[in-house]
């Protein structure tokens, strides 16, 4: 029953995303369209911080003379 329960639980959220973004209203393959541009969004902004961050947190140390 817990995987019947997770599945109901993953179909509502999925729902309430395709209404909050009302994605609903799109045929199929626009919502695929669409929701493969958020993944290479969302996946590119994950990437960029993972590269750059460092750099920037490393930077701001050095300016408030935290790491020598």
Known sequence: MA???AW????????Q???????????????TVF???LVSVAAMAVYTGY???PQHIMAILHYFEVVQ
């Open 17 to 31: 995303y395709l209404l909050v973004t009302a994605l609903y209203m799109l045929e199929p393959w626009e919502r």
């Open 35 to 37: 929701n493969s541009l």
């Open 51 to 53: 590269v750059f961050m």
């Open 3 to 5: 995987i019947g329960d």
């Open 8 to 15: 109901k639980q993953i179909s509502w959220f999925y729902y």
